[in-house]
C-alpha cells in the first residue's frame, strides 16, 4: 500500500495513526497540494490528501473512506466498532474532529492571505466553528481514560489529530485552558510512538 500525504495534514496524521496502532505496512509518499509540481490531483480529482493506493486499481479517499477500509483489512487492534450505535458515535466523533480541523485549515488559510484581502468575518465563522467544537467533544467524552469508554477507539485518534492541528496552527486557541477531559485523552495520545512520529512539522 502507499499513503500519499504531507507530514502537516492532519487528515494525514489521522491515516498514519490507523497504520501505524494496526500495525500495517505501507509506503509513505510525500506530495502537499498546493505545491506546483503536486501528482495529488492525478490520484484524486479533488486534489486533496490523504490518497491511500492499495493498488492501481484499488485508489481510496478521503480520510475517513480511508480510515474505515484500514479498520476492516486486519481484526487486530479493531478501532472502529462492529455495528449499532457504538459505530455511529465513534463515526460521528470523527466526523467532528475532521469537522474542526476544517475549520482550523479554512482560518489558518484566510490568515495567510494578502491582509487587504482577508476577511476578519469569516475567520471568525471559523474559529467559531473551531471552539464550538472543542467544547462539544469535552461535553460528549465520557469519564473515563478514552473519548468513549476505556479502549481507545478511531475517536481518539481522530480527536488527538484535530487538537493537535489547533495547537500546532492556531495556538490562541488555547484549549487545554477549559477541556480536562481532551487534556487526559490528548495526553495519554502523547504518550505513543505513533502520535510522537506523526506530529505536524513545518
Ligand atoms: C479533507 C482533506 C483535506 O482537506 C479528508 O481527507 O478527510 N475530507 C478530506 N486535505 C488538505 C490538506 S490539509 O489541509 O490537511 C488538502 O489536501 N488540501 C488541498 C486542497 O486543494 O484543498
Given amino acids: 500500500m502507499k499513503l500519499i500525504g504531507?507530514?502537516?495534514s492532519p487528515y494525514v496524521r489521522k491515516t498514519r495513526l490507523v497504520l501505524a496502532e494496526?500495525?500495517?505496512?505501507?509506503?509513505f509518499v510525500q506530495d502537499v497540494p498546493w505545491n506546483a509540481d503536486t501528482q495529488v490531483p492525478l490520484w484524486n480529482p479533488?486534489?486533496?490528501?490523504?490518497?491511500?493506493?492499495v493498488d492501481d486499481d484499488y485508489v481510496l479517499f478521503d480520510s475517513?473512506?480511508?480510515?474505515?477500509?484500514?479498520?476492516?483489512v486486519t481484526p487486530n487492534n479493531k478501532l472502529i466498532p462492529p455495528s449499532g450505535r457504538a459505530r455511529m458515535f465513534v463515526k460521528r466523533w470523527e466526523a467532528l474532529a475532521d469537522g474542526v480541523c476544517d475549520a482550523a485549515v479554512a482560518a489558518f488559510l484566510e490568515n495567510r492571505r494578502a491582509p487587504r484581502e482577508r476577511s476578519a468575518a469569516w475567520t471568525e465563522r471559523q474559529t467559531d466553528k473551531v471552539r464550538r467544537g472543542?467544547?462539544?467533544?469535552?461535553q460528549d467524552a465520557g469519564d473515563q481514560q478514552w473519548c468513549r469508554g476505556t479502549a481507545m477507539s478511531l475517536a481518539?485518534?481522530?480527536?488527538?489529530?484535530?487538537l493537535g492541528y489547533v495547537a500546532f496552527r492556531l495556538p490562541e486557541i488555547a484549549w487545554r485552558e477549559n477541556c480536562p477531559k481532551l487534556v487526559r485523552v490528548y495526553d495519554k495520545l502523547a504518550q505513543r510512538p505513533s502520535f510522537q512520529e506523526t506530529a505536524p512539522r513545518e
Fill in 6 to 8: 504531507s507530514i502537516t
Fill in 22 to 27: 494496526k500495525k500495517l505496512d505501507y509506503e
Fill in 46 to 53: 479533488l486534489g486533496k490528501v490523504p490518497v491511500l493506493v
Fill in 64 to 72: 475517513r473512506v480511508i480510515t474505515e477500509y484500514l479498520d476492516s
Fill in 156 to 162: 481518539d485518534l481522530a480527536v488527538g489529530c484535530a
Fill in 134 to 138: 472543542i467544547d462539544f467533544m469535552e
